[in-house]
């Protein structure tokens, strides 16, 4: 009689089972649709292929189209289907590594011949063919020795690579087989390529094998795939769009920025009109610092190296941080964060248990070496300002700081016209305590304290187990834009490791001496991607607060111009950002101009307007213009401007 396991599934039914039985097994006797429906398996929280013999009882959970993690095996195998294609339309290709991605999938290959376009397109359609033979992932094991031996034989030394550092020579290695491909895999993948209906080869990248520029470059092929063609065709929309939204490209268009060949790269040069959105942004950071009981602090630019031999940093991130300066009495470091500063500012006089909370808020910009293949315009830059504050509180104290950085961190999005949003808990392995530092009750307090924050405050948040800081857990908030993309850009951070890196330390109530918990807290992340997200979020039409000009007025004729100056004086006396285009250039050219500008309000003056002390307004993305009295339109803008509105 054959040996029998446990098997629970999510409705708390059991079901024994002979023990090799299969997840797809156990599907077919629940009902056929959801044999059908099912893409792979989670046993005891491991994902499995619904292929994989169960040798031990087990929690086991079938994932369909329903669940996320079943995308992310799909869109595997899908890099699977891609590097298959490649493999059979061009042999002599060698192969990287092709995992999922958050919107996709990618494959890194070798090959001397650059791939083009055509190539592309080719590739699509022997992937096409391939669906339609309907090939399965079928998994085999060998011996590490003949897994060695047959990529070794082939040239293939990043799959040689792998199989090195991922396996230990006594063990045999996994291999994924599609058709006529094989790869080293520990998998898991869908049962076929049948299964996979929609998907679109987007673009090929270069990149470096490891990462490294030393090595050789390596083509990367992105793709993505969906469930049904309607799930693709709104995501290649959403492309579409996103490429018509390219902050890049706006930010020339309207003048805002600039990244300089003489200068460097991801270095931004803000121009004219960059700079009044970067004011109003600074301003109304700075404001709600002040508001909110922040002290504002300013730190400098070049620290010495061993201040960040104190804080860690030097161990853990030296390899992201531009080379040292030896200067006369030390070695010195442009500054690639804030925090070691504002700890050096608290720790400059001995503080009481009345003395906190004590909250250090900074515009502080720090430097970061970020590799070339890496920067993306204002997104992923070297030098950028961030929004940086650290807290300094008792235990007791750290709840209602939690919960006011949370509620600020929602106030800032949604002042600046975002409103929707993702909320993650990041928190430790505690099974993996040596990537972590602090103690179990530390974890426990710091994770307990997020997590009572975000359910007081009835927000919904998905946990996020290993993904903490190695020195506390995190609160993310991911906002939603215009046009349906996630931007991460807000976090509150715990941190065990600096206040005792430090020695830092308050006077408790009793008289002794206590180290004070520590928050870091970034709210724009930082001014230069913020920036970017705005500019992409609203296309460039910025609401009227943020508009670097805010109304321009246009004179019909030339004798119109005094009245346009008078009336121009009067929005500039309300505060109003306001322009002159006095110009002898035809008026609609002038409309025209300004329009692609995007500024918010164009007011046209004619003789019918000076008369009456009206003005023509053309509100931007209507279709109809109005005859405003001109108070009431100097009414109309300073009330938009005043509550920050979103809309005109």
Aim: aromatic share 10%; charged share 30%.
């Amino acid at each position: 009689m054959s040996e029998s396991i446990h098997v629970k599934l999510p409705d708390g039914s059991t079901k024994e089972v002979p023990k090799g039985t299969s997840a797809l097994d156990i599907a077919k006797s629940i009902s056929p649709r959801l044999a059908d429906a099912a893409l792979a398996a989670k046993s005891n929280g491991d994902l499995i292929d619904l292929t994989r013999p169960l040798e031990a009882d087990t929690e086991l959970r079938l994932l369909t189209e329903k669940d996320p993690e079943a995308l992310e095996v799909f869109r595997h195998s899908s890099a699977h289907l891609l590097a298959a294609a490649v493999l059979e339309l061009f042999p002599e290709t060698k192969l990287g590594h092709g995992p999922p991605t958050d919107t996709g999938f990618f494959y890194d290959f070798y090959r001397p011949t650059p791939f083009t376009q055509e190539d592309l397109e080719k590739i699509e359609k022997k992937m096409q063919e391939l669906v339609q033979q309907d090939l399965p992932y079928a998994r085999e094991f060998l011996p590490r020795t003949e897994g060695l031996e047959k990529f070794k034989g082939e040239g293939d030394f990043m799959k040689c690579h792998f199989i090195e550092q991922f396996t230990k020579p006594e063990e045999k290695i996994s291999i994924y087989k599609t058709g006529k491909f094989l790869d080293f895999c520990r998998g898991p993948h869908i049962p076929s390529t049948g299964r996979i209906k929609a998907f679109k080869l987007l673009n090929i990248a270069g990149a470096y094998w490891l990462g490294d520029e030393k090595n050789p470059q390596l083509q990367r092929i992105y793709g993505t795939s969906f469930y049904s063609k309607k799930e693709l065709d709104q995501y290649l929309h959403q492309m579409e769009e996103a490429k018509k939204r390219d902050h890049r490209v706006l930010g020339q268009q309207l003048d805002l920025f600039s990244i300089q060949e003489l200068a460097g790269p991801g270095l931004i040069f803000w121009h004219p009109k960059g700079g009044i959105i970067r004011k109003e942004m600074e301003d109304w950071m700075r404001e709600q610092y002040l508001k909110r009981g922040y002290s504002l602090v300013y730190t400098p630019h070049v620290m010495r190296r061993q201040l960040f031999f104190t804080s860690g940093h030097e161990g853990y991130y030296a390899q992201n941080f531009f080379d040292f300066m030896e200067l006369d009495d030390a070695e010195y470091r442009v500054k690639p964060m804030n925090c070691p500063g504002h700890i050096l500012i608290y720790k400059d006089s001995l503080k009481s248990y009345r003395d906190l909370p004590v909250r250090l808020g900074e515009l502080g910009t720090v430097y970061r070496y970020e590799r070339s293949g890496v920067m993306h315009g204002l997104l992923r830059v070297r030098g950028f300002t961030q929004d940086d504050a650290h807290i300094f509180c008792t235990p007791e104290q750290i709840e209602k700081e939690i919960t006011d950085c949370v509620e600020f961190a929602f106030d800032v999005l949604r002042d600046f016209g975002f409103d929707e949003f993702q909320t993650e808990l990041s928190v430790w392995d505690p099974a993996d305590k040596k990537n972590f530092v602090g103690s179990e009750e530390q974890w426990e307090l710091a994770t307990s304290s997020l997590e009572k924050v975000l359910q007081r405050l009835n927000i919904k948040y998905k946990t996020i187990p290993g993904e903490a800081a190695f020195y506390g857990p995190k609160i993310d908030i991911k906002l939603v834009d215009a046009i349906g993309r996630l931007w991460q850009l807000s976090t509150v951070q715990f941190d065990f490791n600096l206040p005792k890196r430090f020695e830092l330390e308050y006077v408790a109530e009793d008289g002794s001496r206590k180290q004070p918990l520590m928050v870091h807290r970034a709210l724009y992340g930082s001014v230069e991607r913020f920036f970017g997200v705005l500019i992409e979020h609203y296309a460039g039409a910025f609401p009227a607060w943020l508009s670097p000009l805010q109304a321009v007025l246009i004179p019909i004729a030339e004798r119109h111009a005094e009245y346009a100056n008078k009336v121009a004086a009067e929005l500039k006396g309300a505060g109003v950002r306001v322009e002159v285009d006095a110009r002898n250039e035809k008026m609609n050219a002038k409309i025209r101009e300004h329009a692609l500008q995007k500024v918010p309000f164009l007011l046209v003056v004619g003789d019918k307007e000076a008369e009456a002390g009206k003005v023509n307004v053309r509100t931007r993305g209507k279709e109809k213009t109005e005859d405003m009295v001109t108070a009431e339109f100097v009414a109309k803008i300073t009330k938009l401007i005043a509550e920050k509105s979103s809309t005109l």
